[in-house]
């Protein structure tokens, strides 16, 4: 007589699919884990990280405002990571925009104005790409995602009218007589 085999699923304990409470401060602290690895690589090869700052705010709360988005981010990965092929196709596109939300700090500091802008309106159609999709699979996603892109958006919009020259009609720069 044959013995039956029992299927045993090997997971992970890190596993960042799970949905449970362990998963999501994994998922939601896993980006900034990585962000402070790529802080230490970079500080070793001698660069460092360039954060927006405008109208005279102290450049870490620039960096504490852009690096608040990955854990937000992180979560809402987590949120629709378990939602069939949508939710994991979302979550793709949840783990490109925190890579390049890493990543931006560190390419960006020897580029030129313009080039900065746009890569950062780059990353935020990467962004506003996102939101879209997620928003398809779960609105409390899209809503966790809003804050970092809003950010984003700002400082993308700012960054652009700076370097080309313009200022918007309620900016400071228009002011002056």
Do not use: Y
């Not at 044959?2 to 999501?24: E, G």
């Not at 900034?32 to 450049?59: C, D, E, K, R, V």
């Not at 990955?70 to 629709?80: H, I, K």
């Amino acid at each position: 007589m044959a013995a039956k085999a029992i299927a045993i699923p090997q997971v992970s304990a890190l596993d960042a699919d799970w949905h449970d409470l362990l998963s999501l401060m994994v998922s939601a602290a896993l980006p900034l884990a990585l962000f402070i690895l790529a802080n230490g690589a970079a500080h070793l090869a001698g660069t460092q990280a360039l954060f927006f700052a405008p109208f005279g705010m102290p450049s870490w709360l620039g960096a504490v405002l852009h690096l608040g988005a990955l854990p937000l981010f992180g979560a809402a990965r987590w949120v629709v990571a378990g939602k069939g092929r949508a939710g994991r196709n979302a979550a793709w596109w949840v783990s490109g925009l925190m890579a390049g939300t890493i990543a931006f700090p560190f390419l960006v500091a020897p580029l030129d104005s313009l080039t900065l802008s746009a890569i950062a309106m780059a990353l935020l159609i990467v962004g506003l790409a996102s939101i879209a999709r997620v928003a398809r699979v779960s609105a409390l996603a899209a809503l966790l995602m809003a804050p970092g892109l809003l950010w984003m958006g700002f400082s993308a919009l700012i960054g652009l009218s700076f370097a080309g020259g313009w200022s918007p009609p309620f900016g400071l720069t228009n002011g002056q007589n």
